[in-house]
C-alpha cells in the first residue's frame, strides 16, 4: 500500500488529523468479530432505551424514510485515512425523531448483528453527525465494510463506526464498548488524537 506523505517543501494536506495518512483509492479491512451471514432480507434496525416508544425496522421500512448522502473523510485509529469518500442512508436524527429521544437521554451504546458495542456521547450523533448507511460511492455496502448497513460517524475514529449495524440504546449515562473496555479512548476524536484511554 502505497503511503501519500509530503516532501520537503511541500505541506501535508490539511484534510489529514495528526498520524494519518491518505490510503488513496484502497480500503483497508479491519473487524473485532467473525463476519456475520446477514443480508438485507435478515437485517434489521432498532432504537430502544430512553426513548418514548422503541421502534424496529426491516430492510424495506428503514429504506421508506427520507434518505441523506454525506461526502468527507473517514479516520481509522491505526492511522490511515480515505479522504473524499462518499455514504448513503438515512440521518441517525431520522431514526430518533420517530422513536422520540426523552430528555434525560444523554449517551448510547451502538449495537451489531455480532455482538459488537461502542459508546457515543447522543451530541455526537445527533444533529447531521451520523448515519445508517448501505451504499458507499453509489454501490451497496461491500459485506466486509459491514454491509448491508453500518453505522457511520465520520468525526470520530471509524471504530465507533459499528459494522453490520443492528441498533442504539439511549441511556442515561456512558457504558463502554468492546474497544473502550480494552483500552480504547471514550469519546476518539482524531483531531485530538484520543486513541487510546487517557490520551
Not at 84 to 99: C, H, I, N, R, Y
Request: charged content about 20%; some cysteine.
Amino acid at each position: 500500500m502505497a503511503r501519500t506523505g509530503f516532501g520537503r517543501g511541500q505541506l501535508p494536506d490539511p484534510r489529514l488529523p495528526p498520524g494519518q495518512y491518505d490510503t488513496g483509492s484502497s480500503w483497508p479491512v479491519l473487524t473485532a468479530e467473525v463476519s456475520p451471514k446477514l443480508t438485507a432480507d435478515n437485517w434489521s434496525f432498532r432504537v430502544d432505551g430512553l426513548v418514548q416508544q422503541a421502534k424496529t425496522w426491516d430492510w424495506p421500512a428503514a429504506h421508506r424514510l427520507e434518505s441523506s448522502t454525506w461526502s468527507g473523510d473517514i479516520h481509522c485509529v491505526t492511522s490511515w485515512s480515505k479522504l473524499g469518500t462518499g455514504f448513503s442512508g438515512v440521518s441517525v436524527d431520522t431514526f430518533l425523531a420517530e422513536a422520540g429521544v426523552l430528555p434525560e437521554a444523554t449517551h448510547v451504546v451502538a449495537w451489531s448483528h455480532t455482538g459488537y458495542t461502542t459508546n457515543l456521547p447522543l451530541a455526537e450523533i445527533t444533529g447531521g453527525r451520523a448515519w445508517v448507511v448501505w451504499q458507499h460511492e453509489g454501490k451497496p455496502l461491500p459485506h466486509e465494510h459491514g454491509g448491508p448497513a453500518r453505522l457511520l460517524v465520520p468525526n470520530l475514529y471509524f471504530w465507533k463506526s459499528a459494522k453490520w449495524i443492528g441498533g442504539l440504546r439511549l441511556l442515561d449515562h456512558d457504558e463502554p464498548g468492546f474497544w473502550e473496555q480494552r483500552g480504547y479512548h471514550e469519546l476518539g476524536d482524531p483531531w485530538l488524537e484520543q486513541r487510546y484511554s487517557g490520551d
